[in-house]
Every structure is written in structure tokens, then in C-alpha cells.
T-cell receptor, first 117, second 111 residues
Framework: GAVVSQHPSWVICKSGTSVKIECRSLDFQATTMFWYRQFPKQSLMLMATSNEGSKATYEQGVEKDKFLINHASLTLSTLTVTSAHPEDSSFYICSARRLVTNTGELFFGEGSRLTVL | GQQLNQSPQSMFIQEGEDVSMNCTSS?????WLWYKQDPGEGPVLLIA?????ELTSNGRLTAQFGITRKDSFLNISASIPSDVGIYFC???????????FGQGTRLTINP
């Protein structure tokens, strides 16, 4: 399967600081990437859809100024958690779509665990 | 957001047993995907289904795209310890970018 890599895999930061998480598609180009948040023992919650070269589309209830998304190239999307607070602590997962005819298989990164002290 | 109805939520089985889980929806999907997630990792794609009625296997895993386009199931035969994890179904509607996920099925295997 296609490879999607996230970095860092885990990060601990102080409250009030900003944290950037990178998502890279290593062996394919991805015009669309997705960012998810996952709480313990729960399913994936879509935060935003990241389109290369355009603004991200945020899901209802997700603060766009809090979670900044940049998709500057066909292989890289970044999520920046600005002014992080303890309630932002979570497991963040990105995914990228590889086009197969008119549908697309979605491949996920390894996830990034954020802990805000 | 909207989720698919995935069942069962959890399963406790003996090693060697077969496993079956399914997802249902009140609306039609054009693609069904099954993922497995290990603790602290991202989901890994197991099987992708693109046609109604399609039956696809991946080793000991078999998944089917329901004929009504509103459901899918995943079977695991002769379970082994490394099958432990959380299995998610996901559906995609035609023309939609994002996936809709099920709540997950947590599989535990007793040796």
C-alpha cells in the first residue's frame, strides 16, 4: 500500500505554545489530505479537508484559527495547533487520497500524539 | 458528524475462531473500506470495495459490498493473536471527498 508519514509521532509542549505536525505522502501525490482527531476508545473525527493550493475546508465546530492547515505541495500538508491548551491533547492522524479511477483509497499516517502540559 | 452503524462494538474470542463484523447505513455509499488500527498507530487499509455485491479477500480476511449499497461486512477466518485491534469500516459517497467512519469493533483474542 501507499505510504503516508507523520512527524512528529509524539510531542509534549507547554500550554500557550504552538505545535506543527507534518503529513507527507512518500510514494504518491495527494491533492487531498485529511486531518483527524481521535479520543481514547473512539472513532476518528474529521477536523478538516486539506486541498493542495487552496484553503482547507473545516468541519463544523473546528476552529480554523486554532488549527491552521497548510497544503503547499502535492506531498505535504501541515497542521499547526496554535496556542495549545491541555484540552487540545489528543491523537492527531492525517490521511491522503491516492486516486484510483473515480474513487480514492485513503491511506493514513502513523498518528501524532500531542500532550499539552 | 454522521457515522456508520458498526457492530459489534467489541468481541472477545478464542484463538482460531472466525470473526464477523458489519456496517450498515441508511444511505447509499459507492465505496466501502475496512481498516485496522493498532494502539498508538494510524489505521491501516485492509480491503477496498468499489462495486455492489463485490466480494474481496485479503489472506484470511474477506469483505463484501452489500447489494443494496447500504452495508458491508468483514470476516476474519482462523483468528490469530496479531488480529487483535480495532477494526473500522468507512464509506464514501459518489463525488464526496471525505469518508464516513463506523464506531469501530474492538477485537480481543484469548489464547
Amino acid at each position: 500500500g501507499a505510504v503516508v508519514s507523520q512527524h512528529p509521532s509524539w510531542v509534549i509542549c507547554k500550554s500557550g505554545t504552538s505545535v506543527k505536525i507534518e503529513c507527507r505522502s512518500l510514494d504518491f501525490q495527494a491533492t487531498t489530505m485529511f486531518w483527524y482527531r481521535q479520543f481514547p476508545k473512539q472513532s476518528l473525527m474529521l477536523m478538516a479537508t486539506s486541498n493542495e493550493g487552496s484553503k482547507a475546508t473545516y468541519e463544523q465546530g473546528v476552529e480554523k484559527d486554532k488549527f491552521l492547515i497548510n497544503h503547499a505541495s502535492l506531498t505535504l500538508s501541515t497542521l499547526t495547533v496554535t496556542s495549545a491548551h491541555p484540552e487540545d491533547s489528543s491523537f492527531y492522524i492525517c490521511s491522503a487520497r491516492r486516486l484510483v479511477t473515480n474513487t480514492g483509497e485513503l491511506f493514513f499516517g502513523e498518528g501524532s500524539r500531542l500532550t499539552v502540559l | 458528524g454522521q457515522q456508520l452503524n458498526q457492530s459489534p462494538q467489541s468481541m472477545f474470542i478464542q484463538e482460531g475462531e472466525d470473526v464477523s463484523m458489519n456496517c450498515t447505513s441508511s444511505s447509499i455509499f459507492n465505496t466501502w473500506l475496512w481498516y485496522k488500527q493498532d494502539p498508538g498507530e494510524g489505521p491501516v487499509l485492509l480491503i477496498a470495495l468499489y462495486k455492489a455485491g463485490e466480494l474481496t479477500s485479503n489472506g484470511r480476511l474477506t469483505a463484501q459490498f452489500g447489494i443494496t449499497r447500504k452495508d458491508s461486512f468483514l470476516n476474519i477466518s482462523a483468528s490469530i493473536p496479531s488480529d487483535v485491534g480495532i477494526y473500522f469500516c468507512a464509506g464514501q459517497r459518489w463525488g464526496a471527498q471525505k469518508l464516513v467512519f463506523g464506531q469501530g469493533t474492538r477485537l480481543t483474542i484469548n489464547p
